[in-house]
């Protein structure tokens, strides 16, 4: 009988405690044995989910290197849930001490820190798993077989759109930090657009223009980016951080010789049109498994790493292009 994966949970925001809830529904394949969490409210949220489901709340030991000299050991895995500047380090630790990484989105705040990380997973042999929902989906994953397959013959031109009530959402929280965020709505919810579309295109930006705008707030609320893939073919992408209220939607589209998909920056669909075909029509996939449940397959060695950090290099290199084009006025990086 195999026992429990023996997990710490780094941080416990709304969003770990979405993941939580799930992951206590694994009790059969996964222990969380304990907890890195500084905010006492947050930490007292999540407890609420263990004792709901008649457990006692494990442990929490606010500072990563004790939890780690105290309980190392005994793990197996981490899953960072945490602001986006505490990624990269808060990895690095757990790879340095033996564990497996999940590691939510974006990976790390650029391509440098992207690099290194890299060589730590290497050096140590871990695991590293970067939780986008894009590159998680089954729908996603379908698209890049049939785009690396040729079916669609040569890609020409990929266009990307996000838009969300995000500036409403996210006023006076970290995410408008940028010293702790890395940026605004296209480093946030748009991280999702820029990763789905790197790992589409499957290769690495070469020319890139963007201009963002923060129309009078801290961190940047709408973006606008042209690019070129090392194949050729054109990239546009646009993020709105301020639509209507409660709205949120995307669309993502690949243009090839002999057809285009349609998708969108989550994976929530996948929708594909061959030549001859004036409609497109939904594609069959298999069936999704959650976020835990991919990382423990992928650590069995029953999935192929959906989203490993050299995806998360890629868009690490992107982010630090857009970024600096815009700051000098949408000039033309070379990357």
Same mark, same amino acid.
């Given at each position: 009988?195999?026992?429990?994966?023996?997990?710490?949970?780094?941080?416990?925001?709304?969003?770990?405690?979405?993941?939580?809830?799930?992951?206590?529904?694994?009790?059969?394949?996964?222990?969380?044995?304990?907890?890195?969490?500084?905010?006492a409210a947050a930490w007292k949220e999540a407890t609420s989910l263990f004792r709901e489901r008649g457990l006692e709340p494990p442990p929490n030991i606010s500072d990563l290197e004790t939890l780690l000299d105290e309980h190392g050991e005994a793990l197996e895995a981490a899953f960072i849930v945490t602001p986006h500047n505490l990624h990269y380090q808060q990895a690095s630790k757990c790879l340095e001490a033996g564990l497996d990484v999940l590691l939510e989105k974006p990976m790390v705040m650029n391509g440098d820190e992207a690099l290194r990380l890299i060589d730590t997973r290497d050096r140590t042999g871990g695991l590293l798993v970067v939780a986008f929902n894009g590159s998680?989906?089954?729908n996603i994953r379908t698209a890049v077989e049939i785009l690396r397959s040729g079916r669609l013959g040569r890609v020409q031109s990929i266009t990307a759109t996000v838009w969300q009530d995000w500036d409403r959402l996210t006023i006076d929280t970290w995410r408008q930090q940028p010293?702790?965020?890395?940026?605004?709505?296209?480093?946030?919810?748009?991280?999702?657009?820029?990763?789905?579309?790197?790992?589409?295109?499957?290769?690495?930006?070469?020319?890139?223009?963007?201009?963002?705008?923060?129309? &009078? $707030?801290?961190?940047? %609320?709408?973006? *606008?980016?042209?690019?070129?893939?090392?194949?050729?073919?054109?990239?546009? !992408?646009?993020?709105?951080?301020?639509?209507?209220?409660?709205?949120?939607?995307?669309?993502?589209?690949?243009?090839?010789t002999e057809g285009l998909i349609r998708t969108c920056v989550w994976g929530?669909?996948?929708?594909?049109?061959? &030549? $001859?075909?004036?409609? %497109?029509?939904? *594609?069959?996939?298999?069936?999704?498994?959650?976020?835990?449940?991919?990382? !423990?397959?992928?650590?069995?060695?029953?999935?192929?790493?959906?989203?490993?950090?050299?995806?998360?290099?890629?868009?690490?290199?992107?982010?630090?292009?857009?970024?600096?084009?815009?700051?000098?006025?949408?000039a033309l990086m070379k990357l």
């Open positions: 009988m195999t026992l429990p994966l023996q997990t710490a949970v780094i941080g416990t925001g709304n969003m770990s405690r979405n993941h939580i809830r799930g992951m206590l529904q694994q009790g059969d394949t996964t222990q969380i044995r304990v907890v890195c969490e500084p905010s998680m989906s089954p010293e702790v965020s890395g940026g605004g709505f296209l480093f946030d919810t748009g991280a999702h657009m820029l990763n789905t579309v790197v790992d589409l295109a499957g290769e690495k930006f070469v020319e890139v223009c963007a201009w963002l705008d923060n129309l &009078g $707030g801290p961190v940047d %609320l709408l973006g *606008v980016v042209m690019g070129r893939l090392a194949s050729g073919a054109m990239v546009t !992408l646009h993020g709105c951080g301020r639509s209507a209220p409660g709205f949120i939607d995307s669309d993502v589209r690949v243009y090839g929530k669909r996948l929708e594909m049109a061959r &030549g $001859g075909e004036k409609e %497109l029509t939904p *594609v069959p996939v298999p069936e999704s498994l959650g976020t835990w449940q991919q990382f !423990l397959a992928v650590r069995d060695g029953r999935l192929e790493n959906p989203c490993p950090p050299e995806v998360g290099l890629r868009m690490a290199r992107l982010w630090d292009a857009i970024t600096e084009s815009s700051a000098q006025g949408g």
